[in-house]
Structure formats: C-alpha cells, structure tokens
C-alpha cells in the first residue's frame, strides 16, 4: 500500500466515521434523556436522502404521506389522552400542536415541491419535512412507555424500525438514489485529492459533537434533560416536563439523523434499508462512548469508519467480520474502565 | 311426454356433473417470490407480472396464488409447504433467488409437484436426480452470461481481469461460473472484491483492483447498487472495461449510475432492447407483447428483465397445461405428474428471454438465443456488437 | 387437580392432536413453532431472567446446523453423532465468546452479541466448505430407531418432545439452588455474591446452556428442511427471537412458547388475510406487524405470559415436607478470643477519607455495636469487612486469617452473613426462595444435576432450612409470598432470615431496626439475644440508641472515619466526647 491509496482509504474512512458519528451522537443522545435505544435512526437517515431525491425529482415526496399519517395518530391519542384525563377543554390545543402544525408543515411542503426549487431550499424543505416525525413518533410509539424498562424499549424500538423499513419500501420503493453534493469542488492535499464535500461532512459532525459536548455537560438545560432518563418523577418535581424533554430530544435526534442522510447522499446510494447497518454502526460508536460520552462516542464510530475503510482494502470479503471481531476488544476494555453504576431494575 | 321429462332431467343432471367438474377444475398455480428484503428489485417486477397474467389457461380456469417470502429460506419453504398442503397446487413457481429455490426443492420433490424456478444458478436443474426431475427453471444460467462476457473480452483483446461483486448468493454463483469463463477464454482474473448491497462505499475494494491494473472489470450485483462500484470506478479515473451483469438491467441502474455508466457492456436477455432486435428475430414479437402489456400498466422504460422470467413461466405453464390436461384432471397427482411431463417436453417455445427446449437432463432449455450483448449509450441500452 | 394442572394437560392435549388429526399446514407452523420457542427459552433464561441481553442466539443456531450439515452431508457422519459434535463446538465457542462477552456490563453486552452474531454469519457465508451465501443441499433426514422422519407428523413429535424437555429441565433450573442464585443476577448482583455465588461463573453456564439450546434448534432445523444457507441465522433472526421472548413474557419459561406462536401466527395470518384488506399490490406486512407489536407492548409491558396466567389461578404451594438440615457450616477454629480483628484499616476515596486507621476487635460470642453520626464512615467500614470494598491499607482479620481485598463470596465462605443497609431482596422471588438463597453455600447442586431433577433431596432439605430460618424470626405466615410485596419493616426480618440460613459464625447487621414498629424491634432484639445464646457473634450497625443500649455488650463509636470511643454501653453513654458529638451534648 503506499501513501496515496493510504490517504485516500483514511479520507474514506473519516468521511464514513463523521456520518457515524452524527449517528452516535443521536443514539447518544436519545439514550441519555429517554432510556430508548434508538434503532430506527438509520431509517430516518434514509428518509432524509430519499425525500431530497424526491424533491429532486421535483414531485412531492411521500414523506408528506407519513406525516399526514403519524400527526393524526398521536391527534387521536392526544384526544383520547385528554379524555382519560378529564382534561376536555386542553383537546383544541393538543390538536393544534400534535396535527395542526405538522398538517400545515406538509401543505407548505406539497405547495413548495416543483422541479424550480432552489437546492438549498429542497434541503430545508426536506429536515421540515423528516425532523417532525421525531416527536411525532415519541408520542405515539414511546410516550406511553416511558417507565418501562430498557428492555422492552429496546423492543419497541425494533418493532419500530420494522413498520419504518416497511413503510420505506412502499414510498421510495426497491431501488436507491444518490443526492447532489453541496460542492463538487476538491482540493490538492500533498499529491492526493480530498473533496470539499467530505471535509463539510467531517467539520459538521466536529461542531456538532462539541456543540452537544457544551449543552449536556455544562448547561443547566442540558443537565436537566440528563436528569430525566434517571428519575423521571423527580425531574417533574423540579420543574422539568418528562414529555416535553423526551420530544424535543427525539426531534433534535431526527434532526441529525436526517441531517446525516443529507450529507451521505451524495456519496453513496440510499436504499431503504440502508439505514439499519449506518445506524448499527453508530451504535457501536455510542456503546465505546458507554452511551453517556459524546467525544468518547464520536471516537469510536470514527474507529468504525477506519477500521471498515482498511478491511474493504485488504479482505473485501471478510470485511463484516473483521470490524466486528475487532470492536469486541474495545468493547471489554472500555467496560472494564468505565465505573459502571448498577441498573436498579 | 313421460320419456322426454325424464331424458330431459337426465340431460340436466349430465350437464350439471359436467359444470360441476368443470368448475372444480380449476388449476392452482402457487408463486412464492420476495417482493420485500434485500432481493426485492428483483421480485417486485416479478410480481408486477404476475398480476398482468390471464385467468384462463386452455379453457380452464387458473387461480394465481402469489406469496411474498421477503428473500428468506425459512418462508419460501413455509410459502412452499402452504402452497403445496393448503392451497392445494398443481405447480409451484418461484422463488426469485436461489438460495430459496434450492431451499423447495426437497418440498416439492416428497410433494411430486412441478416447479418453475426464477433463479439464476445452475445448481437448481442440475445435474439431473430423482429431485431435481421436478424442478424447472427459466432464467438463463450464470454459466450461459458469463461465457458471453468472456467471448466478447476475448474478442476485444483483454488478457486480465478484475471482479468486484455482491457477498451474497448471486455474487458467490457469478464468481463462480466466471472463474470457469475466465479460464477457457485464457483470461487471468487478477483480483476479486466483495462488498453488500448497502455498503456506503467501496472505496478499499475498488482501489485495490485498480491498482492491480485489469484490462476490465466485471461487477457482479444487481439493481441499483451496481452502481456504486461503477462511480467509484470513475472517480478513480479507471480507463478499463467494465462489465456489468444483467441484474441491472432496469432503470434505475440508468438513474443512479448516470454519465459514469456510459460505455459498460452486459449480457442479458433480447427482450430488453427488443424494439432494436432485427424483424426476424422470434424474440421481438413475444418481447413486444409482453413488454407492451407490462408497460401500459407500470409505466414506461418500466420493463425489467426479471419480470420477464415470471412471463417466460407463464408461457411454458400456458403450452404445458393443456397438454397436461388430456392426461388428467387439476388438483390430481396425476396432473401434477402430466404437468410435470409436459414441461420437459418443452420443444421450441418462444418466450421473452429465449427459446425454450426441455429435455429430461436439461431443465433450463436455453440456448445462445437467449444472450445478447447490450451498452450503454448516453443513458440508453443499445445493442453491442 | 388444580386448575393449573389441568391447563397443562389441555395444553398437552392440544400440542398431541395437531399432529394426528390437524391439517398438515398447521403441522408446519407447529413445527417452526416448537423450534423457536427452544431457542426462546434459553432467551428467557438468559436475558428475561439473568438480565443479560443478547441478540446473538440465532448464529448459535447457524452453528449447530452447519456442524450437522456439513458433517452428514460431507463426511457421511450420522446425524446423531452430528448433534453431539455440534454441541461441543457450541460448548466451546460459548464458552470463549462468554468469557469475553459476559465481563461486559451495561450496554457493552448486546453490542458484543451482535457483533459476534454479524461475524458469524459472514463466516458461515464466506466459506467455500460451507457452501457459501448458496448453501448447502441434501442434508439426510434423521432416522429414529429405523424410522425414516422425512414426513412433518412424525417430525412434529421429535422436535415437540425435546422442547417439553426442554421446558422441563429450564423449569426445574429456576426453582432450585442455582436457579436461585440466577434470578438475584439481574440488579442483585452484590447480594448474591455476598452469599456466595460466583456470579461471573453463573452468568457464563447460563449463556452456554442458551447457547447449547439454539445449537439443538439449528441441528433440527437442517434436519427438517434437508438445507441450509446463512440466511436464517442473521442479525435479522438474532433480533427476532429476543422479540419473541419478550413479547411472549421474559420473566416465565412459557413466555417462550407464548411468544414464539404469537410471533409465527400473527406473521401467518397477515400474510394470508392483509391483502385482502389492502390489496395485493403493496407489501404491509411488516409495518402492521410491527405497529401491532407497539401496539401490545404498551398494553402488556411484561409479555403476553402474564395475561393468561392470571385466568389461571395459581396453584397453592405445596406443603413443604419435613426433612432433616443441611450440613452445618465448618465452625471457625476459635472458640473463644478474637475472631474478627481489624488492624489500622484505611479507605480512601481519591482526596476523601472514609476510614481513617480505624482499628477495633470482635469476640466470638459477642454484640459488637458500630455507632457514630451520618457519615462517620460506619459503612465503608462495614463493606471493608464484608469484602464489597478493599481497604487502601491497614489489615483485616477473621478466625486469624486475612480477608482483606477478598471477594465478596470468598468471605461469605468462611462464614460471614450480612444484612444490607437498603434492603436487597429480590422482589418477584418468594420469602422462602429469597431466604434459600442465603442457604447457597451449604448446598452444592450445580446447573446440570437441577436441570435434570437430580437435586430434589438437597433442595427439601435446602427449604427446609429456609422454612426454618423464617419461622425463628416469627414470618411463618409469609412463607409464599412474593418479597417484595411485604411492608420494609418485614422485609429488613427477611434479610435477617436469609442470613441466618447461611449459618453464619459471623453476623453483620446493617441498621436491621430501621423501619421497625416498638414491639418488632423488641422481637428482634431477643432474637438476637438468643442467636447469641447459640454462640452467634454479630456486628450490629444502628442508629436507634435504645436499641443499641440494651442488646450490644459493647460499642466502637466512629466519627469522621476514626474511633472516638470504645468500650461497654455505659461507659460510652457518659463518654463526653462521645456526648458532644454524637448524643446531644451535655445537657
């Protein structure tokens, strides 16, 4: 191997790793507030490349479907809810919220999609479209779960990624697509090429991981959010709304997640069921990051990313095993040096 | 006055026997494909096509019992063993992939019920066993595709070559048969890469055969993840040959692949290019049919060369059934045998991806005819010379 | 017959009539059915009960039915040779990828199962031995005593009579010695290792014996279907069976059959009637299959299983039988003198200093009381002694012999009970299974020998014990009922209970008084004086001073992690450092 195909196979590897990253940080980052293993994320990265493709294609994309269909879900068990609650008169606002914003986000959506949409606009057009199924989904398939255990969570978390994966195969249908760069420009490096659009992914997942890093280690808000994964009835005690926190983290993770799918577009192809080895391997990195760590998380899915990269080079067909079989020891060291605080079933 | 009522009831209770059977007679003919999991653009079109297909077969009524196994072995054998209890059929197609089809083979065989594969391998038909004298296929072996691609290298001066293909069923089998190709044409293949279907780059494997430096490269994979190696290729400035196979004859590879695909040669069945196949050729007219029907419901340039293995099927059970159908009645172990026997005594049939002529030791039945090698022009699939 | 009774033999009676009598699909789906609840139920043991989550089982399987595959179809082997060499493989790579996996905590274990699952089955579709992503064909059918199971009804009957074997030994694995000690391994694992268990030990013959489960699944399978390829022993099928486990109810050996029909006939029965909903055209299976199982989770958290338990009402338990004690614990070799000596024992937490040179005595024989105000360190002292922390420095000794830096369950050996200072029972056991467990060391079934009902005497004799243990401590009435549904107060009684079926030479009690009623607190302070009577020496930390006045013979007083005072009550209740400190000051 010499030094250009080293680079490039290093390029390859951090361009892929940054995009794990940002899905570490969102299994991250669901984990810390909900206790909810989030594998459905990598179905929400494709649904972010798959809607840009549609917009692309300047048709509406069927994402505007699943909004219509999930806002009317939780609309219906808000009314219920409310019902239950006796708290008829709060029915109107709920409504407002749970289906009247996402049904008005998907008419502008329907209006805006021509093929004369501007690129960047497509882009917003796309996260407005994807990033509310976040909230939407915590509402309807989580919320009432909240107590549960991590287990049955977990669980829930897998029946969901069915139904999504199930759902993407009927709007994007069997075949993939590929999204325009933001840039097709590259740059000289020392005799090798680095694309302007893969050091765009690296730097956005940079900032973001440290942005998070600051907001949940050194902001009150963030540290309140923390704080309810552990004790939800004491967070209410102080004030914070468990509901509130777990929707707002869903929607921010759905955020990157579709983020994630903008950003990966123009590299590979997405299919609808991309989605479950991308946020596989952001899982990874958020267990070596022992699910509370965002550096520690976007370390590890960087390690994924190299470690991937260098084994589709020298055993292409071993290369799944290869990865896999190396994470394992760096499982078992970092889960003999994090101090391990006992779940309390 | 007496004797006509009473020839008249015995008119009317014959006829009514005779409608009865008839109306029982109906044939069932079970399909297990997967429409969903990761075979699912090949079996989606495949099922497209079954719901275009007619319910009559020679003046009786056919019944098309579609099931879905999701590209998994356990549920094709279970789709297989409610077909053939349940559902009592008479023949069985499927399934799309071969693992699968290789899967039902013992099914149907303890059953003694035909099977009409849509899967490529030649293991399925072959060799010929107590088994395998049940199991048909109409998809062209890998063998046959690849050996059009090794004469067409051979023919234009390539000496070595490189493989990059799926790791999975269909990649294992084409490796397979082009080590075979490769190596009676005198071709060295001097590198061999893997990668999945959903893998977001293949960035190591591609810059591992280029820089070994083949004169082409053949990329084994099918639908729109052919793509994938191909731009890479490109970005990678690769100057070579590329081969494709016909897994990616539909659209779609055209979308995603775009200016970077211009030039890759495939082989691949006549009837996707059948409107450029000269007048005398038997394929245009079944293809144009086909295609024409195809269309009109999903669209145009819709067609895919999957869907046209499920009409090949349909065309050998539409010549067989009524020969099966002298011998016994539907729903009987003897039809089944009938079908059976009147599948492999197939004799020139022409269907959309060539012609068929079964044979008790050959149970694919095609020929050269049903290979014909295509390029890419500027997004569009032309003939290659 | 209990009403339980009789639903088991209508269950039975069912599980029979579909092979004689029922169509042959269902004989199918009965037969899939019985194959995913084997490996459920190692599921149900592994995660649902010992909390340890894997997603790996279906590459278990794989490896049990390529072994089979490859040496029937290859090497001509039978298929019963076959089965024990694949179960020897899956001993082998159980126990490796245990070891590494299982000192895993947290989180890092389903991660490690799924990256060992996808390893495996890349390897299974790599090599070329193993016939590749293609599979390998013709695999015989099995031949059982000259009789050919190529048709499914008789094949039924094979793969139904090892999973009631299978229910059976699991069955008799939780209520026995170790199933004990592996129900108190999810969020109890100090407790338990402080009675003993070697709960890394335990936690890897559980993931073997899941493992050796899935193994068996997957050599039926290549049997029944004559083929195999890597496809069913994915990530997709791992996932699939922890799914079933959990929706059929993890907690109880019948979720896994619960589970595994629900799972296999809601996917039928969409398969067969939602086209006739939606049409043909589109493929909704799976998203109604998924939203259904949201759907049921949140109406039933805990599985199906407990559902239908409750239309059956539980059967009584039966009488326990009188049988004679287990084998005493080995006394220690002092009878008189000092049996526990701590010299200059020193803890420090980074900068904190918990323990601070703290040295004192116990006599065998003796009521030592611990006192002193909060976080004067008594506790940290408390789990030095008990082995749940290591002392910095500084030695401490039982019967002559040092136990610092042991184990928890190396110093229980030696006779040590402990109470804790927050009540650690596991709640959905019973008092009696609760208190057997502190009877742990005194028995010595292991995993096998309860699987296969070979431990019943020393388990009558083990709850005997129990029994007997709860009857002294007045909770006879509380025999069979689930721990954690008793008041705290009682609940402290049991920990007590618990530790004396241990047979202790040593008691350390961690404020047994707190929570307790005047006249509970009186009981338990003549227990006490009895336990003493019978030669018991115990280490009492407490805060209620009466009690501590009138049962100790004499007291350490600690403040800020060093001793303040030593000595007989009275001395200490005139004491005026002790008065300034910690009782209130001179009045």
Redesign the interface.
């Known amino acids: 191997m010499d030094l250009p195909i080293f680079v490039l196979l290093t390029q390859d590897g951090v361009t892929n790793g940054a995009v794990y990253a940002l899905l570490a940080l969102a299994l991250v980052l669901v984990f810390a507030v909900t206790r909810v293993?989030f594998v459905p994320s990598g179905e929400f990265v494709a649904y972010g490349t798959l809607t840009l493709a549609g917009l692309q294609l300047g048709k509406p994309p069927p994402t505007i479907g699943l909004l219509i269909g999930m806002a009317s879900m939780a609309g219906a068990m808000e009314v219920v809810a409310c019902i239950a609650r006796g708290e008829a008169r709060q029915i109107p606002r709920r409504i407002a919220l749970w289906t009247g914003a996402p049904l008005a986000l998907a008419a502008v959506s329907w209006w805006l999609a021509t093929p004369d949409l501007p690129f960047w606009a497509q882009i917003l057009v796309t996260l407005a479209l994807v990033t509310p199924l976040g909230p939407l989904l915590y509402r309807?398939?989580y919320q009432?779960?909240a107590e549960?255990?991590v287990?049955?969570l977990?669980?829930?978390s897998?029946?969901?990624?069915?139904?999504?994966?199930?759902?993407g195969?009927?709007f994007f249908g069997a075949e993939g697509s590929r999204t325009p760069a933001f840039s097709s420009a590259s740059f000289d490096l020392s005799g090798v090429t680095v694309s302007l659009q893969s050091l765009l992914v690296v730097i956005t997942s940079l900032a973001l991981i440290v942005a998070f890093y600051f907001f949940f280690g050194r902001t009150l808000y963030g540290k309140a959010l923390r704080a309810t994964a552990l004790n939800r009835i004491g967070a209410r005690l102080v004030g914070i709304a468990p509901n509130l926190a777990g929707s707002l983290t869903f929607a921010l993770a759905v955020l990157l997640c579709g983020f994630a799918g903008v950003l990966i577009g123009p590299f590979t192809t997405v299919y609808y069921d991309s989605g479950f080895l991308v946020s596989?391997k952001g899982?990874?990195g958020a267990?070596i990051g022992?699910?509370v760590s965002y550096p520690a998380a976007a370390a590890g899915a960087l390690l994924v990313g190299l470690l991937e990269a260098f084994a589709s080079y020298w055993a292409s067909?071993?290369k799944?095993?290869i990865v896999?079989?190396l994470?394992?020891?760096v499982?078992?060291w970092?889960?003999?040096t994090t101090h391990?605080h006992?779940?309390?079933? | 006055m007496h004797q006509r009522s009473l020839s008249t009831k015995l008119f009317a209770a014959v006829a009514a026997c005779g409608l009865a059977l008839t109306a029982q007679a109906q044939i069932n003919v079970g399909v297990t494909l997967s429409?969903?999991g990761p075979a699912a653009s090949l079996g989606i079109p495949e099922k497209n096509t079954f719901?275009l297909l007619p319910t009559t077969i020679g003046g009786q009524k056919v019944n098309w019992i579609?099931?879905?196994d999701?590209?998994?072995?356990?549920k094709a054998?279970?789709n297989t063993?409610?077909l053939i209890?349940?559902d009592k059929v008479d023949v069985v197609v499927g399934s799309t992939i071969?693992?699968n089809s290789?899967?039902m083979?013992?099914v149907v065989a303890?059953a003694e019920t035909p099977m009409i594969s849509m899967a490529a391998?030649a293991?399925i038909v072959d060799p010929a066993n107590p088994k395998t004298k049940w199991v048909f296929k109409t998809p062209q072996s890998d063998s046959l595709m690849a050996d059009a691609i090794a004469i067409h290298m051979k023919a234009n001066g390539v000496k070595t070559m490189g493989y990059i293909g799926f790791?999975?069923?269909y990649?294992?089998?084409w490796l397979a048969e082009m080590r075979r190709s490769a190596q009676t044409a005198g071709i060295k293949i001097v590198g061999e890469e893997?990668y999945n279907r959903t893998d977001a780059s293949v960035t190591g494997q591609v810059l591992k055969l280029v820089a070994a430096n083949p004169d082409a490269i053949l990329i084994a994979a099918a639908g729109t993840p052919g793509a994938t190696p191909q731009k890479e290729l490109a970005a990678r400035n690769y100057k070579g040959k590329i081969y494709q196979t016909h897994g990616v004859a539909n659209p779609d590879f055209l979308r995603v692949v775009g200016k970077d695909g211009n030039g890759t040669i495939l082989p691949i069945g006549p009837m996707l290019v059948f409107e450029q196949l000269p007048d005398t050729n038997p394929l245009k007219k079944s293809s144009a049919e086909y295609i024409g029907k195809y269309e009109a419901k999903y669209g145009k340039d819709s067609r895919s060369t999957f869907g046209g293995h499920a009409w090949d099927a349909y065309l050998l059970l539409s010549s067989a059934i009524p020969e099966a159908l002298k011998k016994a009645k539907p729903g009987t172990k003897e039809f089944r045998a009938a079908l059976r026997d009147a599948l492999e005594n197939t004799k020139e049939l022409v269907a959309t991806h060539g012609v068929y002529t079964m044979t008790p030791s050959e149970h694919n039945g095609l020929d050269n005819r049903a290979r014909t090698m295509i390029r890419i022009d500027n997004g569009k699939w032309v003939l290659a010379k | 017959m209990t009403p339980s009774r009789v639903a088991l033999l209508a269950f039975l009676a069912l599980l029979i009539a579909i092979p004689l009598v029922a169509?042959?699909?269902w004989v199918?789906?009965g037969n899939?059915v019985g194959l995913y609840s084997i490996v459920a139920l190692g599921l149900v043991l592994l995660?649902g009960v010992a909390?340890q989550?894997s997603f790996g089982q279906a590459a278990f399987v794989g490896l049990g039915a390529y072994t089979t595959a490859v040496l029937s179809v290859q090497y001509a082997v039978s298929p019963w040779l076959s089965l024990c060499a694949g179960l020897v493989l899956t001993l082998a790579l159980a126990l490796c990828l245990g070891f590494?996996?299982l000192?895993?905590?947290?989180?890092?274990l389903?991660?490690?199962t799924?990256?060992?699952g996808?390893?495996l089955?890349?390897?299974f579709?790599?090599v070329e031995l193993l016939g590749?992503?293609?599979?390998l064909?013709g695999i015989p059918a099995l031949n059982l005593f000259g009789l050919e199971l190529?048709n499914?009804r008789y094949f039924y009957f094979l793969i139904w009579g090892i999973t009631l074997a299978a229910l059976w030994a699991t069955r008799n694995l939780l209520d026995s010695r170790p199933g004990r000690a592996v129900r108190a391994l999810?969020?109890h694992?100090?407790m338990a290792e402080a009675f003993g268990v070697d709960a890394a030990r335990l936690k890897i013959v559980v993931f073997v014996y899941a493992a050796l489960l899935a193994a068996i699944s997957g050599w039926l399978y290549a049997h029944l279907?004559?083929?195999v390829?890597p496809?069913?022993f994915g990530i997709n099928q791992g996932?699939e069976y922890?799914?079933m486990a959990?929706?059929g109810g993890?907690g109880s050996v019948w979720g896994a059959v619960v589970g595994a029909t629900l799972i296999t006939l809601a996917k039928q029965l969409l398969?067969d009637y939602l086209p006739l909903i939606l049409g043909?055209?589109?493929?909704?299976?799976?998203?109604v299959?998924?939203?259904l199982?949201?759907v049921l989770?949140?109406r039933a958290?805990d599985g199906v299983w407990p559902w239908i338990a409750r239309l059956v009402p539980a059967a009584k338990p039966p009488r326990l039988a009188d049988a004679p004690p287990l084998p005493l614990r080995p006394q220690p070799s002092i009878t008189t003198g000092t049996l526990l000596d701590v010299r200059a024992a020193h803890k420090a937490f980074g900068g904190l200093v918990a323990v601070n040179n703290l040295s004192f005595a116990i006599q065998r024989g003796e009521i030592l009381g611990l006192i002193g105000p909060n976080g004067a360190g008594k506790s940290t002292m408390f789990n030095l002694i008990s082995g749940a922390l290591e002392p910095t420095s500084g030695d401490i000794l039982y019967d002559g012999e040092s136990i610092a830096g042991s184990l928890p369950y190396e110093i229980a050996r030696r006779g040590v009970g402990r109470t804790f200072q927050h009540v650690k029972l596991v709640p959905a056991m019973s008092v009696l299974d609760n208190v057997a467990l502190g009877a742990y060391l005194r028995g010595t079934a292991g995993v096998v020998a309860a699987a296969f009902a070979l431990d019943r005497a020393e388990e009558a004799r083990t709850k005997a014990e129990a029994a007997r243990a709860i009857g002294r401590v007045g909770l006879a009435p509380h025999l069979h009922d689930a721990a954690g549904s008793l008041p705290l107060g009682k609940q402290r009684i049991v920990e007590i209970a618990r530790a004396l079926a241990a047979d202790p030479a040593l008691l350390l009690l961690d404020e047994p008084a707190a929570g307790l009623r005047f006249l509970e607190k009186q009981e338990l302070a003549s227990l006490l004086r009895q336990l003493k009577g019978e030669g018991m020496t115990v280490l009492l930390v407490e805060h209620d001073m009466d009690f501590v006045m009138g049962l100790t013979d004499r007291l350490v007083v600690m403040e800020f992690g060093q001793k303040l005072a030593e000595g007989l009550p009275a001395e200490i209740q005139s004491n005026p450092a002790v008065l300034e400190a910690y009782l209130g000051g001179v009045a």
């Open positions: 293993i309807i398939a009432p779960l549960a255990s287990l049955v977990l669980i829930v897998v029946a969901v990624h069915f139904a999504l994966t199930g759902l195969l009927w596989l899982f990874v267990i022992g699910l067909a071993f799944e095993v896999f079989t994470i394992i020891p499982l078992l970092r889960s003999l391990h006992e779940e309390e079933e | 429409a969903t719901e579609v099931l879905d999701g590209s998994d072995t356990t054998v279970t063993k409610k209890s349940e071969t693992p290789l899967a083979i013992d303890d391998s293991r790791a999975d069923g990649g294992d089998g893997k | 169509p042959q699909f199918t789906l899939y995660t909390g989550t590494i996996t000192r895993m905590k947290g989180h890092y389903p991660l490690a799924i990256a060992w996808i390893s089955y890349f390897l579709g790599n590749g992503h293609t599979g064909t190529r499914e999810r969020g694992l100090e279907q004559r083929f390829n496809t069913p996932i922890l799914f959990v929706v993890a398969q043909k055209s589109g493929n909704f299976e799976i998203v299959f998924g939203i199982m949201v989770l949140q958290r």
